[in-house]
């Protein structure tokens, strides 16, 4: 199970600054596993996203 406090920093990131063509309601509306999807295809190709701290 994932950290919820991992989750609420990036649904707030998204809201704060939502990818092109979404909404920041529609950032509000996704669920967990959604939302970790999305951001981790948004950053598969970052070479040093696994170093990243959150």
Known sequence: MVDKE?????????????????????IREMDDEDLLDMDYFMHEDDEFFDEVDW
């Open 6 to 26: 991992l989750i609420a920093k990036l649904r707030e990131k998204y809201i704060q600054n939502p990818p092109e063509g979404m909404s920041a309601n529609e």
